[in-house]
Each structure stands twice: as C-alpha cells, then as structure tokens.
C-alpha cells in the first residue's frame, strides 16, 4: 500500500504572518488526518524559517520549492542544498513546468539538481508534465518519456525510495481546467511502467506518483482514488485552508477506507 500525499505549494505568495497562519490551519488539519497520509507545505525560500518554526512538533513536513544544485559559489540569488539542509529542509520539488517555461530549467538542469539533491540525502518531488499541444498531437507519452529518461539520468535504483513523482499537465496548472481522473490515471500508469522497465517492478510499486493541475476540493476524491495515484501536488487550492483542508480530509477519507 502506497502511502498518499498531499502536498501544497505556495509558489511566489503568502508573507510572513499569513504563512504562519496558513501553516498553523495546516497543522491542525494534518493533526485531523491522524498519521494516514502525509502533508506537505512549500513556502517561499525566505519565509522557510517561520514555517519550520511553526511547523515543528506537527505532522507538516516543510519542502523547498527549488534549489541549485552547486555546494556554493558565484551563483547570484540562487539557494544550495546544503543551505535548505542547513535549515532542516529535507525535501524539495524540482523540475516545476513553471521553472521549465518561465524560467528556462532543461531536463539536463533539472537531472543535475536532482542527482545533488538524492546525493544529499534530501527527498524530491520531480515534476514533470505536457504541454497543451503536446497532449493534442498524442505526444503525451513521447514528452513524459523524454522527461523521466533525461531528468533521472544516471539515479540509481537504491536513490528511488526518496523519489517522489508529480505529474502535471502544464494545461491544467492555474487554469482551472482538470485532467480527467482517466487522463490522470493513464499518464500515472504510463509512469509507473517506465519505472518498472528502467529501474524493477518493485520500484515501480513502491513509487509515489502525485498528480498536481488545478486540483480543488471538488474534484481531489476522485482523482485521488484512480489506483495509480498516490496524492497531489497542489498549488491555487493550498493557499487557503478551506480549500486545502478538505482535500487533505480526502485524501486520509481514502487511506482510512483502504
Ligand atoms: P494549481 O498548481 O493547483 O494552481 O493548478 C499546481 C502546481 O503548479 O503544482
């Protein structure tokens, strides 16, 4: 049995005293949860010492929302590994569609940062996903394939019990439209097979897989049942508690019943 997660980043929002309070509704609703699943917060870089502070003692786990990959060095405004670990930050999302496109990350940027960020011992949560055109040309499974192969080059088999998947298509990101539970639920076994073909099927069922695009409480227990869906990286909906909570509420719903 695969454990779900339901992870909420925040992106470029929040200040200090409404991560705080966002992070304490959090907490109470992960306390709800009661152990059956894991939560996740990823706050802004400058705001991770607040939220770890108030996140301490509950069951929040505090994630970056990137990193670099160098130990240190003339890298103006980025943040090292070691710097997050220095912090207590233990897991990091990496290789978001937003760091692709806005920002320009490669596959071949995004492999070195997760290489380092495994080396480190830290817990990733790797994204990847397809564009709109992509999926309308039957590419999907082409660009998801590009991606796994070029963003995991190299990480060997005994680094993926740290690994953790999200797939987003980039068309459903922010813009309130939702890949179906089938559509998810195809991408996510498409996933999991490759696993299963370049690593063992063992891996392949142990790996999380998270599903993130415009997931919202009225759509979160549905696509949280398909069986190859293991949570969901959520980023508009984790914002507000009313909105995150009863998606974390669904998500130990399911574990409960499992
Ligand atoms: P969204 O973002 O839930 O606002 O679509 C998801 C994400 O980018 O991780």
Not at 131 to 153: C, F, I, S, Y
Request: charge should be negative; aromatic fraction near 6%; include cysteine.
């Amino acid at each position: 049995m695969r454990r779900l997660i339901v992870a909420g980043n925040w992106k470029m929002n929040k200040q200090r005293d409404s991560a705080v309070q966002l992070t304490k509704a959090v907490a109470d609703g992960a306390a709800q949860a009661a152990g059956s699943i894991d939560v996740v917060v990823a706050p802004p870089f400058v705001y991770l010492p607040a939220v770890l502070e108030t996140a301490a003692g509950t069951p929040v786990t505090v994630a970056a929302q990137n990193a670099w990959h160098a130990e240190k060095g003339a890298y103006t405004g980025e943040v090292s590994l070691s710097m997050l670990q220095d912090l207590g930050v233990e897991t990091v999302i990496l290789g978001h569609s937003e760091r692709r496109d806005l920002f320009g990350e490669t596959d071949e940027l995004i492999n070195a940062k997760t290489t380092a960020a495994l080396n480190a011992g830290m817990t990733v949560i790797f994204c990847l996903g397809e564009q709109k055109q992509q999926r309308l040309a039957d590419e999907t499974d082409a660009v998801l394939d590009r991606q796994l192969t070029d963003g995991l080059k190299g990480i060997p088999a005994e680094q993926l019990s740290r690994l953790v998947i999200a797939y987003e298509p980039v068309w459903a990101i922010g813009t309130g439209l939702t890949a179906t539970p089938e559509q998810a639920e195809g991408a996510h076994q498409f996933i999991r097979n490759w696993v299963s073909r370049n690593y063992s099927q063992e891996a392949a069922d142990r790996i999380q897989i998270l599903y993130g695009g415009s997931v919202k409480p009225s759509n979160a227990a549905e696509l949280l049942a398909q069986p190859n869906v293991d949570g969901a990286l959520v980023g508009g909906a984790s914002l507000e508690p009313d909105q995150f909570l009863p998606i974390i509420e669904a998500a130990a719903n399911l574990a409960k019943s499992a």
